[in-house]
């Protein structure tokens, strides 16, 4: 019987009836944290762990993680772009295309010039949402590390440095989403004050180490 409700629950992509998306990967990291735990277990734990949620709350993180995956989105979509017109000199110019500015590296092609800056512009106002509560507070110790490298970002900036930064911020974005995924299933834990990164100075680290050409 066992067996079969394993079954059951793996071939559906909520997990059960009822069971949303991040209450049922809750499940999973559960799953994977305990070896020795049966699903059924790690199911009703979740469920219980939810159940302390209230309604409210629960939509609050759901929507969140929504953001989450649609700045993702608008992160990727920058980036290819970007790796795309660094690429369009060859190999070899490659590497002279990333100490360009941003701004340059489009040419004459204003279509990705104001899509990639519409991207920004769409990470650049969504950050406070994702980053603070409703009474502006630091969600994570990660917030001020995102709010100072996606507040620099610009045309002005070499490519090189937007690309780190974009990919540090999808990064630290993929860590947050995660813990709101173990809030929402009730298996999330702080980590300790002592570990928590201290936030960068102005400019952030990302731009105090420049790429070498």
Do not use: C
Not at 85 to 91: F, R
Not at 101 to 127: C, H, P, W
């Amino acid at each position: 019987m066992e067996d079969i409700a394993n079954k059951r629950v793996t071939a559906s992509s909520t997990g059960v009836p009822g069971m949303g998306k991040e209450e049922a990967l809750a499940v999973e990291e559960l799953l994977r944290a305990n070896p020795g735990m049966k699903r059924i277990e790690a199911i009703a734990e979740v469920k219980r762990s939810a159940a302390t949620i209230t309604g409210n709350k629960a939509d609050d993180i759901r929507s969140r993680i929504d953001l989450f995956d649609n700045s993702n989105t608008k992160i990727d979509a920058a980036l290819d772009t970007l790796n795309r017109h660094a690429l369009s000199a060859g190999l070899a110019g490659r590497v002279t295309r990333m100490g360009e500015r941003v701004g340059n590296i489009f040419g004459s092609n204003d279509t990705d010039r104001e899509q990639f800056m519409r991207d920004i512009k769409y990470l650049q106002t969504l950050a406070p949402q994702l980053l603070t509560d409703r009474h502006g507070r630091p969600l994570s110790s990660e917030a001020g590390s995102i709010s100072d490298i996606i507040g620099g970002l610009s045309l002005g900036d070499t490519t090189a440095n937007t690309i780190r930064a974009l990919e540090e911020v999808k990064r630290l974005y993929a860590k947050m989403r995660e813990d709101n995924t173990k809030r929402l299933g009730g298996t999330w834990t702080p980590a300790p004050a002592s570990s928590a990164p201290a936030a960068p100075a102005s400019g952030g680290s990302w731009r105090s180490a420049p790429l070498v050409q």
